[in-house]
């Protein structure tokens, strides 16, 4: 993917002669920005559709997340490859790792959502629900197999392993002293 140069020349006339600025003119100007125009039908239409809330632009994709929990992934030229709603309220933050196969997602119901790229697009890796109470805990689980309680202690943490063995957590919901999660064997 090539993306066009757009190139622009700062001179302070205060401090340079005419001679000067004619040596620099015939220089090789240094591009300053790099930019592509995205006018694609897909990208609009969403844009047109829902409110952006959150935007990633990686060395390839565009990811775009929205007011209704929802992330887009476009290619370089504005054509959608990918889209999935891992939240129910709108994405705060979409980050990737730093080979740009994993995408990372927050979103303003307290959940944290990481997704594969690169195996089968939209693909649910882990799902983290967060609730903070009034005692400063955490509840979190995905690939590793493991629901983890995290209560906040006066000098560290205490983690504690609530569910293990049966498979990538895929749904966290937390309401009290409920909690409820989802793996490959089902409910809990």
Same mark, same amino acid.
């Given at each position: 993917?090539? +993306? ?5 020349? *700062?001179? =302070? ?12 003119? #015939?220089?090789?100007? /240094? ?10 039908? #897909? ?16 060395? #390839? ?13 476009? =290619? ?17 933050? *979409? ?7 994993? /995408? ?24 983290? =629900? ?9 509840? +979190?689980?995905?690939? #590793? ?10 000098? +560290? ?21 409920? *909690? ?9």
């Amino acid at each position: 993917m090539s +993306f066009s140069k757009a190139e622009a020349v *700062i001179s =302070d006339s205060s401090s340079s002669s005419d001679s000067e600025a004619s040596s620099e003119e #015939d220089e090789e100007e /240094v591009p300053i920005v790099d930019y592509h125009l995205v006018e694609a039908d #897909d990208v609009c239409r969403v844009v047109s559709t829902e409110e952006v809330t959150a935007v990633k632009i990686t060395k #390839d994709k565009l990811l775009v997340g929205t007011c209704k929990g929802s992330i887009y992934a476009f =290619d370089g030229r504005g054509k959608l490859v990918g889209m999935w709603t891992s939240h129910t309220a709108a994405v705060t933050c *979409i980050d990737t790792d730093y080979t740009e196969r994993y /995408v990372a997602s927050s979103s303003e119901d307290a959940s944290v959502c990481v997704v594969s790229l690169k195996i089968n697009s939209g693909r649910i890796i882990a799902h983290t =629900d967060l609730s903070i109470n009034s005692h400063r805990s955490v509840v +979190f689980g995905g690939e #590793d197999y493991k629901l983890v309680l995290t209560k906040r202690g006066t000098l +560290f943490n205490n983690n504690s392993i609530l569910h293990s063995g049966e498979g990538t957590i895929t749904r966290i919901k937390w309401m009290n002293s409920m *909690i409820a999660w989802t793996n490959l064997k089902g409910m809990k």
